[in-house]
């Protein structure tokens, strides 16, 4: 645009030559390149917050002894990784208490392992927002600025006449050229930034990808100290009320007194025998 405005014609002049569909062109192309900037500055900075957070909770974890311990209020803005570490608890506190068999921690791993790929599913469709919307950018700058560009020319050659000469040409033509000019200008930069953003993405969504792999473990791992712990509280509590059982002393047998003989002195008593 410098090199244009120190010419002999300046930018303005460029614009000047456009008809009524080639300004309506170049103004939604000026509207893309803002969103597009936006979005990849945006992006950026969601990238690089999530990151952050993601990081620093991992830390975290690490001190903590216990993950199903841990407990998340409803509502909280949590982080990707705080997310899958609550699917995680909460589908954990389901079977709370009922964990004693091996049989109990594969049914319990069952459900941690589902609701912690929902909730990598979920984080991924947060990772690849505005993606979409720049990848747009980058595929449809070039084809829309080439519209007009073509609408230029072709009003620019209908309006011609038979002895119509170069420099009639020419004013026309420039004026077509600069739709193209701004559709590279949306989709150069909006190339680079996909291209960066889509690596940022994809090595997110790995350690993502990781991380929801060593929690499944780390649960497991807990789910079967607690299930040990649990079995053998019942094994202590059964062998307690056998001891106490057998503690107790046996009841005493009932003594029925015997009979008692009548007296010999009864009257009639050698006629009754």
Request: neutral net charge.
């Amino acid at each position: 645009m410098l090199v244009l405005a120190e010419a002999e014609k300046g930018a303005l002049w460029y614009f000047k030559q456009m008809d009524a569909a080639g300004m309506a062109v170049a103004v939604v192309l000026l509207i893309c390149s803002f969103i597009g900037w936006g979005a990849m500055i945006q992006k950026w900075s969601d990238v690089h917050e999530l990151r952050r957070r993601n990081h620093a909770f991992e830390r975290r974890l690490r001190d903590e002894p216990a993950v199903v311990a841990l407990n998340f209020p409803r509502g909280s803005n949590l982080g990707p990784y705080e997310f899958l570490v609550a699917e995680a608890v909460s589908a954990v506190q389901r079977h709370k208490g009922r964990l004693v068999r091996p049989a109990d921690v594969t049914l319990c791993m069952g459900h941690v392992e589902n609701a912690v790929q929902r909730g990598v599913a979920r984080t991924m469709v947060k990772y690849e927002d505005k993606m979409v919307l720049l990848s747009s950018l980058v595929s449809g700058g070039p084809f829309l600025g080439l519209l007009g560009t073509v609408w230029g020319v072709m009003v620019t050659f209908g309006a011609l006449t038979e002895k119509a000469s170069i420099a009639q040409l020419a004013p026309g033509v420039s004026g077509a050229l600069v739709t193209t000019t701004l559709g590279l200008l949306v989709a150069i930069p909006a190339t680079f930034g996909y291209n960066y953003l889509l690596t940022q993405v994809k090595i997110m969504t790995t350690e993502l990808e990781n991380f929801a792999s060593s929690l499944a473990d780390r649960v497991e791992l807990e789910l079967e100290g607690e299930a040990r712990r649990n079995y053998e509280a019942a094994q202590e509590r059964e062998r307690l009320q056998r001891a106490a059982q057998a503690a107790q002393p046996a009841p005493a047998a009932a003594v029925t007194p015997p009979a008692e003989a009548p007296p010999a002195s009864l009257p009639g008593w050698e006629d009754a025998q």
